[in-house]
């Protein structure tokens, strides 16, 4: 149901009770609840306003919306709502509830109604500085557009003896966020969406009266994900970033609208662009995904795309002297296809960067080119039975099949997270959760280590678990009757819960036993894609199962070739070990981080061991730098594609702009397949999205879950040390926002966090930080290297300790331990 004073959104039950009022002589009907100026909107009418937004509380701030109005009387005639002495009184129409018999009058047909909002609009202006010329909000100015179409043509500001306010400027509300304050109009858009939408206190009202200004909230302001959206709803131009600050005016932009490319949420974004080159991003109006809102990390994070470290040519390593040389791109298709057939047995790996097109084009090169089912789009940690519940129970699953879906999330009664922490991997889905809990009363339920900062924020309750001990977690809430799952549940399971053995068998009987919905949510954006497109061992596109014969026709049929290999193949772990022994002698690798991966250091030595690696990335890694083959490919401003989201949604999207430098990695492996005689049958993204739907999806028998072995006892750690548990935060090292120096500024501090049980423990120690405040610091110890960092004390198990996963050097997995492994922590003296 829409909260009194909201626009009823897509997915949303609107109330069926009618109120019949008139507007400038045009009479409508309104759902109750509904306010004047959305009436208003319905019928064409635009009041001026500035505190106003669909998705915000009404606050009747600013009073530029102004109109007036009539209410029936005891006998049903007409009165105008008065104020002293007797003159008609206005009415703020983004407060006012529309009621039966209520007459309004806006500024077209009002002149009380056009003089107060020309009185409220000089108002405004009496403090405002005249500097639309260098304002970055010049050009795209709700206050500059209102002034000419609802102000008056000369101003009654006298300059002799009369000072606008000014302020030091700008101010930091963070390394991001700049603050102009006298351009502030005090309309308190940015502080509700801080508290209603965000729920962090980065910005808040300060002083009083006439001194009222915007300034830096009381608590953490550098903590939330979300500030970038303050920019973006304030309607002056108080907030401004620190990259886009005087950098371009909005009429030299050329706009394209995109999706997110950082997870699976699928956010709607418009990319501005100039000269070839991305300036700004900003959230698109999307109300079935994001609504208005999307993380600082999707507005922010692209410099990557723009890198100088950009790879713009093709390398081939020379075999005289064994160094890589810049090469044609036939010469490169030549050389790769040459290289992987004298290789022998071939697998493929393959990142979550990848669209859905480009994906499908790993699955059909690894079985037409290289004849293989050696692969997989996993490059993380995963247990043996995740490919066999992502193929039972989420591929292909979408929300015309009855998936879950974001709207789904706000009318369910509980939710339950399962190994995914919603503001740090997900953030459009916790914002969409945050709505549930704030409108509708939605409980979460969270089976994690700790009691996150985002789960603070949800309201939500922890059921405090240790690594290895979710899956009885899982199963004792079938049970729980606090927890109250049943039908109208969700169970969103994250990919960390793969680690798990056992887990998924949990969270599978959980929902059969409650009637729960399951959601898998990813954490990259290529991922479910990637899935539906066959990126797996086990599975061919489209769901099918690589065990079905009838499948395997259907798909080699669609394909034109005679059959396909009939064994499932091997996992991305599988075949970094079949590298490594000699089993396989080639490999092609499109976008994983080898820090990204289970063990660093042996994927490393598998590329070693290699005997032909070809690469296929956008900037010189610890892969191309292996490779004997290297291709340029593109990022998402330079190809169209589709990302297909968590609850199974294709989102596609179009080039920004075209650079010849690079080319999809589906033209690139069609290039290698038809230099080895092998054709792919497809050099474009339409035409891959052709085969695509004429493919479809399976209609025969989904391939059975299977736990495979009992799962294993998680062991003790030994004497004097803590199981570890790590995740990503969503403002970190990752190689997607390298170069974007001041968002990154804004990324939590890496800490150790540890119960207070075994914080105790460890003694009495502190040492001086930088700013002079005590911080305990401890060392952490395990078997790939160590880590010193401040502690802090959480409500975790005894016995455990969580450290973020790429905050610091290269990352947990490479210079720490394995998650879920024992290591030792020592304080610091």
Request: glycine share 10%; aromatic share 6%.
């Amino acid at each position: 149901m829409s909260t009194p004073g909201s626009t009823p959104r897509t997915g949303e039950v609107v109330a069926t009770d009618q109120v019949t009022l008139t507007i400038d002589g045009i009479t409508t009907s309104a759902p109750k609840g509904t306010l004047v100026i959305r009436a208003a909107e319905e019928i064409g009418i635009q009041i001026p306003r500035f505190c106003d937004h669909p998705l915000l509380k009404p606050v009747g701030a600013c009073r530029q919306c102004l109109v007036e109005v009539a209410m029936p009387g005891p006998n049903g005639e007409l009165r105008t709502m008065q104020g002293p002495p007797g003159r008609m009184k206005p009415q703020p129409s983004c407060t006012l509830v529309a009621t039966e018999g209520m007459e309004v009058k806006t500024q077209l047909t009002s002149e009380g109604a056009d003089k107060a909002q020309q009185g409220q609009m000089e108002f405004l202006l009496i403090n405002h500085p005249l500097d639309c010329p260098v304002c970055d909000k010049g050009g795209e100015c709700p206050l500059q557009n209102q002034a000419m179409s609802n102000g008056r043509g000369e101003s009654r500001f006298s300059a002799q003896g009369m000072v606008k306010r000014t302020f030091p400027k700008p101010i930091n509300i963070s390394p991001q966020i700049l603050l102009d304050r006298e351009r502030c109009i005090v309309c308190q858009r940015c502080t509700r969406f801080a508290d209603e939408i965000a729920g962090d206190s980065f910005i808040a009202l300060v002083e009083r009266g006439a001194r009222q200004q915007i300034g830096i909230g009381p608590d953490a302001p550098f903590l939330s994900y979300f500030a970038g959206n303050t920019i973006q709803i304030c309607p002056v131009g108080a907030l401004t970033s620190e990259d886009y600050r005087f950098r371009s005016r909005p009429f030299d932009l050329v706009s394209t609208p995109s999706i997110a490319e950082h997870d699976a949420c699928g956010a709607a974004i418009r990319v501005d662009h100039r000269r070839g080159k991305v300036m700004r991003r900003l959230a698109g109006d999307d109300p079935e995904v994001n609504e208005e809102w999307i993380t600082d990390k999707d507005r922010f994070g692209f410099s990557y795309t723009r890198s100088d470290e950009r790879l713009t040519y093709p390398q081939v390593r020379d075999e005289e002297t064994g160094e890589l040389r810049p090469a044609s791109w036939p010469e490169a298709f030549v050389v790769a296809a040459r290289g992987l057939a004298a290789a022998g047995a071939s697998g493929v790996l393959t990142g979550g960067r990848v669209t859905a097109e480009d994906a499908y084009a790993y699955s059909k090169f690894a079985r037409v080119a290289l004849g293989t089912n050696d692969i997989d789009f996993r490059a993380r940690q995963h247990t043996g039975e995740e490919a066999s519940f992502l193929a039972a129970h989420v591929a292909m699953t979408a929300p015309y099949t009855g998936g879950v879906t974001y709207s789904d999330l706000e009318q369910a009664g509980v939710v339950v997270l399962a190994g995914f922490e919603p503001e740090d991997e997900a953030g459009t889905i916790f914002l969409r959760l945050r709505k549930a809990v704030m409108q509708h009363g939605t409980r979460v339920v969270a089976v994690a280590p700790y009691t996150t900062r985002g789960l603070r924020k949800l309201n939500g309750r922890l059921v405090a678990t240790a690594p290895g001990e979710e899956g009885d977690a899982l199963s004792a809430l079938a049970g729980d009757s606090e927890a109250g799952l049943d039908a109208s549940s969700v169970i969103m399971v994250g990919e960390r819960l793969a680690t798990t053995p056992g887990a998924l068998a949990a969270v599978i009987d959980l929902a059969a036993t409650t009637g729960a919905r399951l959601a898998w949510v990813p954490r990259r954006a290529g991922d479910r894609g990637a899935l539906d497109a066959g990126c797996l061992p086990n599975l061919l596109p489209g769901g099918r199962p690589v065990a079905d014969a009838g499948a395997r026709v259907d798909v080699a049929a669609a394909w034109g070739v005679a059959q396909l290999p009939e064994t499932p193949g091997r996992d991305g772990n599988a075949i970094v070990a079949a590298l490594m022994s000699g089993k396989l002698g080639g490999v092609v690798v499109g976008g994983v981080d080898p820090d990204d991966t289970p063990d660093p250091a042996a994927f490393r030595a598998a590329l070693a061991a290699a005997s032909f690696v070809v690469a296929l990335e956008q900037r010189e890694t610890d892969v191309t730098r292996a490779a004997d083959v290297v291709f340029p490919v593109a990022p998402v401003t330079d190809k169209p594609g589709t990302f297909v989201t968590w609850d199974g949604r294709a989102r596609q999207f179009e080039a920004v702009m075209t650079n010849p430098a690079s080319l999809p990695d589906l033209r690139t492996l069609s290039g290698i397949a038809q230099e080895m005689g092998r054709p792919l049958g497809w050099r474009t993204t339409d035409e891959v999205r052709a085969e695509l739907l004429q493919l479809g999806a399976w209609d025969g028998a989904r391939a059975p879950f299977d736990a495979g072995k009992a799962p294993k006892v998680a062991k003790a750690p030994k004497r004097g040390a803590l199981r570890l548990v790590t995740w990503k935060q969503l403002v970190d090292d990752g190689t997607l926002q390298s170069g974007d120096v001041h968002y990154r500024a804004t990324a939590r501090p890496a800490v150790v966090r540890l119960s207070q049980t075994d914080f105790d423990a460890l003694g009495s120690f502190t040492t001086e930080a930088a700013d002079g405040r005590p911080v305990a610091m401890v060392t952490v110890t395990g078997d790939r290297g160590s880590v010193t960092l401040p502690a802090e004390v959480a409500d975790l198990p005894v016995g455990t300790v969580w450290v973020p996963a790429r905050s610091f050097g290269r990352g947990v997995l490479a210079d720490l331990a394995s998650p879920g492994s024992s290591v030792v922590v020592k304080g610091e003296k």
